[in-house]
């Protein structure tokens, strides 16, 4: 089974900064497509950026193009989310998972981790 490992989450304020971090656990990242979600209480998981295969393309959600930046190094066997000038509105805990799929869509993905919490308030 493939699961996640994040770790980076925290609390900041209005227009701060946060880099999430996420491991897999079990299998090598490889060409597997990678993705970070978000989950705010009562809502359904949302994709927030999807890294296709191992070289791209590059896609994210409108709420936050130009904000956040998906990376990964898989000689770390690592995936970022770079997350600046946040907002609460992106307040919520945050998932990264993995898809065999090359041209995933959000459905896709089906690897998980406990997920971090991103609290972003004044």
């Known amino acids: 089974q493939l699961q996640m490992k994040e770790s980076g989450g925290g609390s900041v304020q209005p227009g701060g900064s946060l880099r999430l971090s996420c491991t897999p656990s079990?299998?090598?990242?490889?060409?597997?497509?990678v993705a970070w979600f978000r989950q705010v209480s009562g809502k359904e998981r949302e994709g927030v950026a999807c890294?296709?295969?191992?070289?791209?393309?590059?896609h994210y959600a409108d709420s936050v193009k130009v904000r956040f930046t998906i990376s990964r190094d898989n000689a770390k066997e690592t995936v970022y989310l770079q997350m600046d000038s946040l907002l609460p509105a992106d307040s919520g805990v945050y998932f990264c998972?993995?898809?065999?799929?090359?041209?995933?869509?959000?459905?896709?993905?089906?690897?998980w981790g406990q997920g971090t919490q991103v609290t972003v308030s004044s």
């Open positions: 079990g299998f090598r990242l490889g060409l597997y497509s």
């Open positions: 890294f296709a295969g191992d070289s791209g393309p590059i």
């Open positions: 998972s993995a898809s065999r799929f090359h041209q995933p869509g959000w459905s896709d993905f089906t690897a």
